[in-house]
């Protein structure tokens, strides 16, 4: 009788451990343990600039910045790098506090579309009231567009 017991214990448990697999197989084929799934794009660390939007694609990157300074600005470069290229742009652009800026940098090696990239991103400026150089520096987390 404890024999018995002890078999339909096993059995139970083990139809239940059976069960759990094929849901977790299952659940991972639909990429729902897949982070770059569930990753929104987003820029943080950045205290110049405010990044309004930005994208990456085959033909480069692009950026819309809020200037944040309270004083105006000449954006003289922008740099990224990520895990299989970079790109970098040298800019010129005057921008006042407050002014919204659209760049365009040229990028190498970037990933298929859909691939998710982290960019460690500079942005090189000089303030123009004071005449000194600055870099700010940034991450933008999203996929290949």
């Keep these: 009788m404890k ?32 982070p770059s799934t569930w990753v929104q ?16 694609t085959q033909s480069g990157l692009n950026l819309v910045l809020g200037v944040k300074t309270t004083s105006s600005v000449n954006i003289t470069s922008v740099e990224a790098n990520f895990e299989t290229g970079s790109c970098s ?16 940098v040229s990028c190498t090696n970037v990933p298929s579309a859909g691939t998710l990239v982290n960019l460690n991103t500079t942005i090189s400026f000089v303030n123009l009231d004071s005449g000194l150089s600055h870099r700010d520096y940034g991450i933008l987390t999203g996929k290949v567009e």
Excluded: C, H
Excluded at 89 to 104: I, M, N
């Design 89 to 104: 742009s040298s800019v010129g652009r005057k921008a006042l506090p407050g002014e919204t800026v659209s760049l365009q």
């Design 41 to 56: 794009k987003n820029a943080r660390g950045f205290s110049a600039f405010e990044v309004k939007d930005w994208s990456i």
């Design 3 to 34: 024999g018995q017991a002890a078999v339909e214990y096993l059995m139970t448990y083990g139809w239940m451990i059976v069960a759990v697999i094929v849901i977790s197989a299952a659940l991972y084929s639909l990429g729902v343990f897949n």
